[in-house]
């Protein structure tokens, strides 16, 4: 059967897929976070170290990052995907079935592992795409990573509340599966040019990052921007149950419609194959910092306001997003994973932080220093950018 033809050089249907597969893999990451509280009593996890449920996911995640996906230069693309897909499934079953906590916090490290499968796929697709039209192929890829990301707490909740939380990972083992019988029978192979060891790989991840004046910029500029899109989502649901009256479900329908933000993606992928990325990142800066601004005036009692005030926020860092990947991108096609690993593992690392910063400044002094801690953070990296900037968004 004849795909359908794409401007972006991919066929429609196969780029749709690669996307499906990032927002599955990635989700996984995220699928226990509202869920903690059911999960801990059950696999016999103490209320003091619950939190480890999360964390080691985001551990294994970061490991990932550093150590998996700078493989993307060195072995064939899609085999690795394919490999991440099988490694996420056995992780998610064996979270699934496990019975105790050393079970279920050990499948949850290779699930993290393995979910950064995601960062594989997508430097594959920049590779198959046209040049002139990368930007909207990233903008695609990473409108699935975001809604996975998005969805999967909401989702999380209600299957959870239905069917139990076990029922969760056997959903998302079922669907990453089905996924990766797709990829096997669709993705084209990629084998890369590259002829270092595997060693040798891994400390070029780091030598990129040195190399690459861009690359810091950017790499700053997001892990800005995703501590913030953390510390929102960390202390909007505890001000919406805490002073908005808000009960669990109705917080996982806030924050489904806060998914609303991946929309922006597509347009930011537009936005930068039509060499607008200076414009973008300007606007993307100053989006979160007033997105910030408002959702502390629309808390006193606007829940329209700070639905709004959500859907900005997220597409704000998914404008900054795309428009950082299009320039890295074109940094260096033989080191493409490595990169991306880099830029990846900066952001994930600093990114990290706005979860405990939501979480102190909320239970110190209230959403109100939580919303200006966000605005704050978006103000220094809008003048950050502005004044050293100079010609880096600027891609090739």
């Known amino acids: 059967m004849k795909h359908e033809a794409h401007p972006t050089g991919l066929p429609r249907p196969l780029l749709l897929l690669m996307a499906a597969a990032c927002g599955a893999m990635v989700a996984n990451l995220y699928y226990a976070q509202t869920l903690i509280d059911t999960i801990a009593p059950e696999i016999g996890l103490s209320?003091?170290?619950?939190?480890?449920?999360?964390?080691?996911?985001?551990?294994?995640?970061?490991?990932?990052?550093?150590?998996?996906?700078?493989?993307?230069?060195?072995?064939?693309?899609?085999?690795?995907?394919?490999?991440?897909?099988?490694?996420?499934?056995?992780?998610?079953?064996?979270?699934?079935?496990?019975?105790?906590?050393?079970?279920?916090?050990?499948?949850s490290l290779i699930t993290g592992i393995c979910a950064t499968g995601a960062q594989v796929v997508l430097p594959l697709a920049t590779h198959l795409a046209r040049p002139e039209r990368q930007g909207r192929v990233i903008g695609t890829i990473m409108s699935g990573l975001l809604f996975g990301i998005m969805l999967s707490r909401p989702l999380a909740s209600f299957c959870a509340h239905m069917i139990g939380w076990r029922a969760v990972f056997l959903i998302s083992a079922g669907i990453t599966a089905a996924?990766?019988?797709?990829?096997?029978?669709?993705?084209?192979?990629?084998?890369?040019?590259a002829k270092l060891g595997y060693g040798r790989i891994i400390a070029s991840v780091w030598e990129q990052f040195r190399r690459h004046r861009a690359l810091r910029l950017r790499a700053f500029y997001q892990a800005a921007l995703f501590a913030a899109f953390n510390l929102f989502w960390t202390a909007a649901p505890?001000?919406?149950?805490?002073?908005?009256?808000?009960?669990q479900q109705q917080v996982a329908w806030f924050a489904l419609a806060g998914a609303g933000g991946a929309l922006a993606a597509p347009i930011a992928g537009n936005l930068a194959d039509r060499g607008l990325i200076w414009w973008t990142t300007l606007g993307a800066l100053a989006i979160l910092t007033l997105?910030?601004?408002?959702?502390?005036?629309?808390?006193?009692?606007?829940?329209?306001?700070?639905?709004?005030?959500?859907?900005?926020?997220?597409?704000?860092?998914?404008?900054?997003?795309i428009t950082g990947q299009k320039i890295i991108f074109a940094l260096s096609s033989e080191a493409r994973a490595r990169v991306n690993a880099a830029y990846m593992t900066a952001m994930f690392t600093v990114g990290a932080s706005g979860s405990l910063v939501g979480s102190a400044t909320f239970e110190m002094v209230g959403w109100t220093a939580s919303a200006l801690a966000g605005a704050g953070i978006g103000g220094v990296t809008l003048l950050v950018f502005l004044f050293f900037d100079k010609g880096a968004s600027n891609p090739g």
Not at 238 to 244: K, S, V, W
């Open 238 to 247: 505890l001000e919406l149950l805490h002073h908005m009256g808000f009960d």
């Open 179 to 193: 996924i990766g019988v797709l990829l096997f029978a669709f993705c084209p192979q990629r084998l890369p040019d």
């Open 291 to 321: 997105g910030f601004i408002g959702a502390d005036l629309a808390a006193a009692g606007s829940v329209i306001a700070f639905v709004i005030a959500a859907i900005l926020i997220d597409a704000a860092v998914q404008l900054n997003q």
């Open 47 to 107: 209320p003091r170290i619950a939190g480890t449920i999360t964390t080691l996911t985001q551990l294994g995640y970061g490991v990932g990052l550093i150590l998996f996906v700078p493989l993307g230069d060195l072995f064939e693309n899609k085999r690795l995907a394919l490999l991440s897909v099988i490694g996420t499934v056995i992780g998610c079953l064996a979270i699934a079935l496990s019975g105790g906590p050393a079970t279920f916090l050990i499948a």
